[in-house]
T-cell receptor, first 116, second 111 residues
Framework: DGGITQSPKYLFRKEGQNVTLSCEQNLNHDAMYWYRQDPGQGLRLIYYSQIVNDFQKGDIAEGYSVSREKKESFPLTVTSAQKNPTAFYLC???????????????FGPGTRLTVT | RKEVEQDPGPFNVPEGATVAFNCTYSNSASQSFFWYRQDCRKEPKLLMSVYSSGNEDGRFTAQLNRASQYISLLIRDSKLSDSATYLCVVIPNTNAGKSTFGDGTTLTVKP
């Protein structure tokens, strides 16, 4: 089955530790995205990548880092510099090949990160 | 002012009702628009793309008003299963990767 996987579903870390969230897609999509969602709020864009080996900062990139070494993988590292890391993290991908459907984003199930 | 704004609701409607949500956007250069549905503690799922000419999918109708810079979602004959949060997404033509989500409108359909 084609889709996007994120692991783990729940993650607990101590303050001061870096943590890396996994995102893998087998949809052959060019573009991938990371969002953060806080309770009762919408999604905020952290980083996005429209092609392998290239990525751009979104609206709230401070304290996060990403890599895009393979088309199917876009891991997100939450560093100790992120002041309020506890949140629901969502990864998405879109075809990015031109045409209206290029921008239709499909989401993974998300990772709930709790930092204490 | 936020780039994308939605009435947070909640909208509480009886089964069978018709309900409409609006989403306003501030960037006149926006090119692509979508509606997503998000159930509690789940990931958003694509509901509809919003085409310039408007589009319909069963009980759902999406429309775009470029002059007034808003998109709308109309749900007819509401079902209990329509209860969810509805998110709009706006994508600028200057940077297709930088999509902006609204905060969502919560709909509760009651028996």
């Amino acid at each position: 089955d084609g889709g996007i996987t994120q692991s783990p579903k729940y993650l607990f870390r101590k303050e001061g530790q870096n943590v890396t969230l996994s995102c893998e897609q087998n949809l052959n999509h060019d573009a991938m995205y990371w969002y953060r969602q806080d309770p009762g709020q919408g999604l905020r864009l952290i980083y996005y990548s429209q092609i392998v080996n290239d990525f751009q900062k979104g609206d709230i990139a401070e304290g996060y880092s990403v890599s895009r070494e393979k088309k199917e993988s876009f891991p997100l590292t939450v560093t100790s510099a992120q002041k309020n890391p506890t949140a629901f993290y969502l990864c998405a991908s879109s075809p990015g090949t031109g045409g209206w459907s290029s921008y239709e984003q499909y989401f993974g199930p998300g990772t709930r990160l709790t930092v204490t | 002012r936020k780039e994308v704004e939605q009435d947070p609701g909640p909208f509480n409607v009886p089964e069978g009702a018709t309900v409409a949500f609006n989403c306003t956007y501030s960037n006149s250069a926006s090119q692509s628009f979508f509606w997503y549905r998000q159930d509690c503690r789940k990931e958003p799922k694509l509901l509809m793309s919003v085409y310039s000419s408007g589009n319909e999918d069963g009980r759902f109708t999406a429309q775009l008003n470029r002059a007034s810079q808003y998109i709308s979602l109309l749900i007819r004959d509401s079902k209990l299963s329509d209860s969810a949060t509805y998110l709009c997404v706006v994508i600028p033509n200057t940077n297709a990767g930088k999509s902006t989500f609204g905060d969502g409108t919560t709909l509760t359909v009651k028996p």
